[in-house]
């Protein structure tokens, strides 16, 4: 409990002063139970929109599967340094049912890239609306111009800047090139740990693609991902007494 002045220094004031100094130390005592109390209902909400999402993701695993199937990535602004975990915490304080959002990166400066199933596409754009976050348009993050990595700074955009990486990496020799590109269809998932059973479900819906980059997939050589399609893999190093490091 707040006190102003302790009791000995109120004894040695004018009567007056003290009912007023009293009279505040009541409204100071009830603003902070109010605060308290107002804190106590806003993490008692926030646990209950959790749950109610984890009942809304337990009911979608027995429903029918009707209506139009796929993800589709929704672009928005960002005005400062964030976190996915920060990200995650906004959206669900606008509204936004994160049980439904499949990945969450950092696509440019001042970009973040929100993977969402379809069916709830519209229903997201909407809340965001209401919130008057802004999308991003017309974005591509396979456009050079997007690449803020220093260390590709100096590389030129070539007609086949993959097949060429690949060249120069020695996985793919010089001559199988092709005379003009066959990969016009590129695709990007943060896997954060991929299940080897998952990988025909999630190429089930890549079926537009030429190409399919896969990151994090946390497998060490020399493990292979069980699939027809062709791979080239950057292996990771296991580091003693650290999980999935």
Not at 160 to 176: D, M, N, R, T
Not at 181 to 201: C, M, R, S, T
Request: charged share 15%; net charge negative; hydrophobic share 45%.
């Amino acid at each position: 409990m707040l006190q102003l002045l302790p009791d000995n220094c109120m004894q040695s004031l004018p009567a007056e002063l003290v009912l007023f100094l009293t009279s505040m130390q009541s409204q100071f005592n009830a603003l902070n139970e109010r605060t308290a109390h107002l804190e106590s209902l806003a993490a008692e909400n926030v646990q209950l929109h959790a749950q109610l999402a984890n009942v809304a993701a337990s009911q979608r695993l027995f429903f029918d599967k009707t209506g139009p199937d796929g993800f589709e990535y929704v672009y928005i602004s960002r005005s400062r340094h964030i976190t996915h975990s920060e990200v995650r915490y906004s959206l669900r304080t606008l509204g936004v049912d994160t049980g439904c959002l499949l990945d969450i990166n950092f696509s440019a400066r001042g970009v973040i890239g929100i993977l969402i199933h379809v069916q709830y596409l519209e229903e997201f754009k909407s809340q965001l609306a209401s919130a008057k976050v802004s999308l991003v348009n017309n974005f591509d993050p396979l456009d050079p111009k997007n690449v803020a990595d220093p260390k590709f700074v100096n590389l030129s955009v070539s007609v086949l800047p993959v097949a060429h990486f690949f060249v120069q990496s020695g996985w793919i020799g010089l001559k199988e090139i092709p005379a003009r590109p066959v990969a016009e269809h590129f695709g990007l998932w943060n896997a954060n740990g991929l299940q080897p059973h998952a990988i025909k479900d999630v190429l089930n819906h890549c079926q537009s693609l030429h190409m399919l980059f896969i990151t994090e997939t946390w497998l060490l050589s020399p493990a292979r991902l069980p699939t027809s399609w062709s791979q080239f893999h950057l292996y990771g190093s296991p580091v003693a007494g650290n999980y999935r490091e």
